[in-house]
């Protein structure tokens, strides 16, 4: 905090602000005053981005009204000139000035990059800081190196709040933002993040490590800067008002995860069982940096995903049967003293669904596919004594596989001359926009189809076995069903499973909603290509 007597702007207080502040941008005052009218009630910490307006001088008294008459609201008010990573084309001296007005106008805080800081002389930054709070603020729009350095000039100059933020390359650059944060959160206030996809664990996890408070996006669309979260996901999702020095880290790690639905269903069961924890999406471009991350965090427990399943097993200290029988780890346990133990939890996904249904002693079941699934359904429905078949695309894979365990290798131009209680579809066909199915309907003859595809809900393969009254399974019991089984693993709890079931089918269907938006937009096959590969990704 400043330590100078003459201060004529009522200083801010850490303990004043909420932990979340919103980014608000338009290029019209309207628009922003707008925009923060319809956030202000839930959210009373803004942060008004005046670079973004066509003219911010001639925007202020609009803004001032608002300011009127909101005294419940604490707003920041940034001008970042387009050198610095904003879009204000003027000088220095041009943003010192609106970013006086905006003073006068009743912000709380103005934001500063150290940039303009430095140009500055010392009795305009005198005058700015005697007005309002001052943020002095660094950006590094390219890595997370040295954090100390502009740290070291930006604590030169008297300011209420010190902001650095970086951007994350790996995983690992967000442990070293945190550790920054310690060090220095105890003698300054300081906001620190990382900007990037890879950043969401300092975006969340920062305000438990000395930062004052994070920023959010309104909504998806508005952010401005790179892997900024909306308020929303920061909020309900990962509750980041409540996370603390006790909140347990959970996450889904793998290469991609943007798009999985895992963070949504597992914070929601968290949430649903009142224990203190956040699970987050990691994108790990290398296990070692994923490892890297577990370790200094430290990550009680992680969901694997692709394409680290196999790769992880090689790392634990113990695993359960079914990893050691699959050869793949979807469910990591970190424990105190940082050793890890695997578990698979896919076969119990695959087996559970199917186990409610029907007797599996004795079931024929055709799996299509020989992957890294049909593997855990392979084993999982041998042990539980069904007989099982495997076709795949590629022969010797179906055969490798048939071989290891003990299932029966089908030509795929013997399928349609066979009938079975079920037939289980292990392959990405129909994901995306559910206009293939991996099976002919002469095909089908079976009690059951059980599409492990989720995106879309319906697909081609499950509108067919509709057609012909066969009882089917969407993809999305798996999902929950192996998701459930790694709530219990780490928490000891049983898990909420209508309660994720519930969340994950209403944010499919949002999805949907908005790709049906997009597609009727006229670069139509351009939204259908980004609608296709986004499932893809969710499916992982
Ligand atoms: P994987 O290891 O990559 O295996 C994919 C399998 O699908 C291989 O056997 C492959 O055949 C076959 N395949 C791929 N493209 C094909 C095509 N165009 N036509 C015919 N066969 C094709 O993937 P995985 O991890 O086993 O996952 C398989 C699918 O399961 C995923 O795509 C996803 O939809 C689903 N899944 C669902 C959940 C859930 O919770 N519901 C969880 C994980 C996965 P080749 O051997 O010839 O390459």
Not at 252 to 274: C, I, K, Q, W, Y
Request: with cysteine.
């Amino acid at each position: 905090m400043r330590a100078s007597s003459s201060t004529y702007a009522a200083r801010i207080r850490r303990f004043r602000l909420p932990r979340l502040c919103i980014a608000v941008i338009g290029t019209e005052a309207s628009s922003i005053v707008e925009r923060a009218e319809s956030l202000v009630r839930d959210n009373p910490f803004l942060e008004f981005r005046l670079d973004y307006l066509s003219q911010p001088a001639a925007g202020l008294p609009k803004l001032k009204n608002f300011l009127e008459m909101h005294p419940e609201a604490t707003v920041i008010a940034t001008c970042r000139r387009a050198v610095n990573g904003g879009k204000l084309r003027s000088s220095v001296a041009a943003q010192l000035n609106i970013l006086l007005k905006a003073a006068d106008s009743g912000f709380q805080l103005v934001d500063l990059e150290l940039q303009s800081v430095k140009a500055l002389k010392p009795e305009q930054l005198q005058e700015l800081s005697d007005r309002v709070g001052l943020i002095i603020s660094h950006h590094n729009f390219r890595n997370t190196k040295k954090l100390e350095d502009p740290f070291e000039e930006m604590s030169q100059y008297q300011a209420d709040f010190y902001k650095v933020v970086s951007t994350a390359t790996n995983l690992y650059d967000n442990v070293v933002m945190m550790k920054f944060l310690e060090a220095n959160s105890g003698k300054h206030e300081m906001i620190g993040l990382c900007m990037g996809e890879q950043g969401i664990i300092s975006r969340v996890l920062g305000v438990r490590a000395g930062s004052v408070f994070t920023f959010g996006a309104a909504t998806r669309g508005e952010e401005t800067a790179p892997g900024q979260a909306t308020a929303l996901e920061l909020r309900d999702i990962y509750r980041i008002e409540t996370v603390d020095a006790a909140t347990q880290v959970y996450g889904v790690a793998g290469d991609p995860v943007e798009h999985s639905l895992s963070p949504v269903m597992m914070n929601a069961a968290f949430r649903r069982e009142t224990v203190n924890a956040v699970y987050l999406a990691l994108h790990a471009k290398s296990l070692k940096d994923l490892l890297a991350c577990v370790r200094d965090i430290p990550i009680r427990g992680l969901s694997i995903t692709m394409p680290y399943k196999q790769d992880i097993v090689e790392e634990l200290e113990n695993s359960d049967p079914p990893t050691r029988l699959v050869g793949a780890c979807n469910t990591l346990v970190r424990s105190v003293d940082g050793k890890l133990y695997g578990f698979n939890t896919d076969m119990a996904g695959i087996v559970v669904p199917l186990e409610q249904r029907l007797p599996l002693a004795g079931a024929r079941i055709l799996l299509v596919g020989a992957g890294g699934v049909a593997r855990a359904a392979a084993f999982g429905l041998k042990a539980k004594g069904a007989e099982v078949f495997i076709t795949n695309r590629t022969t010797e894979k179906a055969q490798s596989l048939a071989r290891q365990a003990k299932a029966k290798y089908l030509k795929r131009s013997e399928v349609a001359k066979q009938s079975f209680d079920v037939i289980i579809n292990a392959t990405p066909v129909g994901m995306g926009n559910g206009k293939q199915s991996p099976l002919e309907e002469k095909e089908l003859n079976t009690k059951y189809v059980f599409d492990l595809v989720y995106v879309p809900a319906e697909t081609r393969l499950i509108r067919m076995a509709r057609a012909k009254g066969i009882h089917v399974i969407p993809g999305l019991e798996m999902f929950v069903q192996q998701g459930a089984r790694q709530f219990e693993i780490w928490t000891g709890k049983p898990a909420p499973i209508a309660e994720m079931g519930y969340v994950v089918t209403k944010a499919l269907e949002r999805r949907a909603a908005e790709e049906a938006i997009e597609s009727r937009k006229p670069s139509a096959s351009k939204a259908a290509r980004k609608a296709t590969k986004s499932a893809k990704k969710a499916s992982r």
